[in-house]
């Protein structure tokens, strides 16, 4: 079964940092561009990151540039998020995503929770 | 960065109605545009990727049509499953933004 499952979720303080993996099955997942997407309470879908298969050029949104960092071991199968001087704003559901040729995210994780606050 | 906008923010259809939603980019982004489906709770689902490619799985009754700044979802004939949030997406540039999102009632 292909399949994307997230984790290290949780209540943070504002400052405090978090890392999230994201453990793939049932597919190629070295062959395939990884992304984070996030998604506020009650709020759309907003695009954090994105790592391309080999790990040679990674992306972030200006929110989270310069304190969050993407990273992929292809020999485990996994995606990470390190996530450093979190704020409130950050709060959201966090979903591992993998990008088709086109670029859309065909396959989603069930999401992490991640909540900052004191 | 690429704005995008979607209308209607919502509707209300009876099943075997035909619901349109109409998405707009602020820059010219060819084809590279895919929709989504969200239930409440759940993750998104990809339904069309490259304006108007189905996905595997999806139901015939979806198709995505337009190129350039404006985009259209057509649902053809409604059906109880379809309620959810539909969010556009453009895939041409980083950061990769996405729609307010739509979101359908079944009356």
Same mark, same amino acid.
């Given at each position: ?15 405090? $940092?978090?890392?999230?993996?994201? &453990?793939? @099955?049932?597919?190629?997942?070295? /062959?395939? %561009?990884? !992304?984070?997407? *996030? ?15 080999? $790990?040679?050029?990674?992306?972030? &949104?200006? @929110?989270?540039?310069?304190?969050? /960092?993407? %990273?992929? !071991?292809?020999? *485990? ?42 | ?107």
């Amino acid at each position: 079964e292909v399949q994307l499952v997230e984790s290290g979720g949780g209540l943070v303080e504002p400052g405090g $940092s978090l890392r999230l993996s994201c &453990a793939a @099955s049932g597919f190629t997942f070295s /062959t395939y %561009s990884m !992304d984070w997407v *996030r998604q506020a309470p009650g709020k759309g879908l907003e695009w954090v990151s994105s790592i391309t298969s080999s $790990s040679s050029y990674t992306y972030y &949104a200006d @929110s989270v540039k310069g304190r969050f /960092t993407i %990273s992929r !071991d292809n020999a *485990r199968n996994s995606l990470f998020l390190q996530m450093n001087s979190l704020r409130a704003e950050d709060t959201a559901v966090y979903y591992c995503a993998s990008e088709l040729g086109s670029h859309a995210f065909d396959i989603w994780g069930q999401g992490t929770m991640v909540t900052v606050s004191s | 960065d690429i704005q995008m906008t979607q209308s209607p923010s919502s509707v209300s259809a009876s099943v075997g109605d035909r619901v349109t939603i109409t998405c707009r980019a602020s820059h010219d982004i060819s084809a590279w545009l895919a929709w989504y489906q969200q239930m409440p709770g759940k993750a998104p689902k990809l339904l069309i990727y490259g304006a108007s490619s189905l996905q595997s799985g999806v139901p015939l009754r979806f198709s995505g049509s337009g190129s350039g700044t404006e985009f259209t979802l057509t649902i053809s004939s409604l059906q109880p499953e379809d309620f959810g949030t539909y969010s556009c997406q453009q895939t041409i540039n980083f950061p990769f933004t996405f729609g307010p999102g739509t979101k359908v009632d079944i009356k």
